[in-house]
């Protein structure tokens, strides 16, 4: 099953798309070892099969590795990466690509939503009696986030941020959006969506948004291609929708044909789509569309995508969006599932690149909440940029019209926050980082009546 990978080692293994692979190398039988800079929620997890050290020391590569694997985010001059320059060194989707080799892969691609529609597809293919592989980069409730399944279907959550996945060969492809984000990797946008390109030219069948412009471009003249949206050119469309809380109900019309309501697992017409996009590649694959309909208002929202964790007069919520498109998307789901109530926002941006890049869209977008709090920047592997902070999203919000406060720790936002909501309101962290830390707090404090 893991063919050469007898023994192998990951470097960042604590992220979520290495605990993913380090999961499938282990279930596969082969010893596997890592190393993380720090302490996340998946380390325990991942130390119940791996020996896993914190920091990075070549001292840490077990004797006879055949692969050491790293992360995009490790950078080039790691320790355990010089060390190991005799061994074969492999980037994760490079790994994965060769562990999914005799598989039939169903690649979930794009900038947005690739997460959600991932478990979503996965979870529809378990309930029409099919066992596929999966791999997801998030935490599902009563799954893990990756694992070899039986038969020859995989499916997978494939991201664009260093351009490497060109080299996975998809059977099909579904292609969610192509948005501005880790451009620096591709040096800028067009780079970007040549990549792309790239990727569905090695695609057999592809599952595209055609609300999309750019991805409505990429796929246009191509052959196998199946759409969704809420466009009227749209093969699978969304008509006639209705926000409820944690749920929207819309009436699917497939091919021109009205086949009857769907409801959707997940708030905000992001949903929508990824629903769109799970149910198209369901019925690509050869599966009942209504049986799909039927199971899809059961399957799980992946952690941390506008997760409940408390509706206790206030309403907690913590999301993972850390692009303003995401940021609006959300933004919009509450307004729409919550109408009339209050948004109190609590923001942590993540990565000083994308912050510097993109603030004033961050501004934008942040000033339709009712009141937001800035987090200092949560800088993944990168150093720090002069002039760059939290602040200056806090700067842009205010000039965009909105109310902003920056704090420069988790701690000091989380007793703004608390300052601030009164009973009615929604409460939402949004961010990639360790502000989950900060909405669960403030569950647990809300909860408690503290």
Known sequence: MTGDFRRVHLVGICGDGMAGLARLLWQGGAEVSGSDAQASGKLWEVAEWADVFLGHDPEHLPLGVDAVIFSSAVAPDNPELKAAETTALLPRLYALSQLLRDRTLVAVAGTHGKTTTTTWIAYLLRSCGIEPGHYVGGQIPGLPSAT???????????????????????????????????????????????????????????????????????????RHVTTFGLSVAADFRARGIWYQGERVIFDLWAFGRLCGPVEVPGPGLHNVRNALAALAAGYVLGLPLELLVENLASAPRPRRRLEVLEENGYLVVDDYAHHPTELAAGISALRRGWPGRRIIAVFQPHRYTRTALLSAQFGE??????????????????????????????????????????????????????????????????????????????????????
């Open 148 to 222: 070899w399944g039986k038969g020859r279907f995989f499916v997978a959550e494939v991201d664009e941020s260093d351009g490497r996945f060109v080299c996975l060969s998809p059977a099909v492809t579904v292609l969610t959006s192509v948005d501005g984000d880790h451009i620096n990797n591709y040096s800028g946008f067009f780079g970007l969506t040549r990549a792309f390109a790239t990727f569905l030219d090695r695609s057999q069948k592809i599952v595209a948004c055609v609300d999309d412009p750019v991805v409505a471009e990429l796929v246009r003249g191509r």
């Open 365 to 450: 977008v942040l000033s339709r909440a009712d009141q937001v709090v800035v987090t200092e920047i949560y800088p993944a592997f990168e150093p720090p940029i002069p002039g760059v902070s939290g602040e200056i999203v806090a700067d842009a919000i205010r000039r965009a019209g909105g109310k902003a406060l920056f704090r420069h720790d988790l701690n000091e936002a989380l007793e703004t926050a608390a300052e601030l909501i009164r009973p009615g309101d929604i409460v939402v962290a949004f961010g990639a980082g360790d502000i989950w830390r900060l909405s669960r707090e403030m569950a647990r404090s809300l909860s408690s009546g503290s």
